[in-house]
């Protein structure tokens, strides 16, 4: 049962990561962390977190653990393997991949866990920065009822939008939903602000006024905004995007899915990449077209 005393076990201290990681701390909850660069763990480990050496030694110390990397390369090195969660958990352990990742990498986490007797539940989130930083991400979660019952308590800690979707990989099938509304959206805001100054209009007061109609949108409201500043810094990165959105494109044409909207975005990404922006906001994208 999880209590206030229970272990959580954090892998990956990134721009979500790490303010998924201090909430939990802030709620009173006991915290092992660990990350290939200690460095980007210290703010964390100054708070009271617990940094442990090895995915191993994080493993064997948590009742709970939560895994939030970057690919699914990453996804596969720290749940397999002889230093991996799965041979170094305790029966009765909890693993949650928040990793935006494969639906089939999800379902066969779940099925090497429970032939171990460990709960494994795939929930990735939307959000960004913002959503990680105020605890308000959506968290779409696949796997058992009794492991997301269990586990609920944790998640309010982190979201306020938090649904079982399903089985094991329903999580991450939901979140490519949601990562290919949100590739031809941000199409759509860079071209919608781009119009309005070659216009003539004053593009703030444009978003005042569109962002509360039925133009409105994450994306619209939050990162309109920093595009008109200039403000490129990461709350989700352009490099995880287009991963994002190259496993929904690979997921889509798995079922027979025509996608053009994702894959225009994802062509424009991949040449906002080639332009040395990898490590930039996915607001950059305006990029291409405010020239």
Known sequence: MVTIETKIGFIGTGVMGKSMAKNLLTAGYRVNV???TKEKAEELISQGADWKHTVAELAQD?????TMVGYPSDVEEVYFGDSGILENAQKGTYIIDMTTSKPSLAIKIYETA????IFSLDAPVSGGDIGAQNGKLAIMVGGDQQAFDELHPIFE???ENIILQGGPGAGQHTKLANQITIASNMVGVCEAIVYAKK???NPERVLESIS??????FSLSNLGPRMLKGDYAPGFYVKHFIKDMTIALESAQEIGMATPGLSLSL????ELAEKGENDSGTQALIKLFDR
């Open 34 to 36: 660990y990350t290939r």
């Open 62 to 66: 948590s009742d709970v653990i939560i």
């Open 114 to 117: 429970i032939a171990k007797g």
């Open 157 to 159: 800690v982190l979201g």
């Open 199 to 201: 216009a003539g209009l």
């Open 212 to 217: 509360t109609g039925a133009a409105a949108s």
């Open 267 to 270: 062509e424009l990404y991949k």
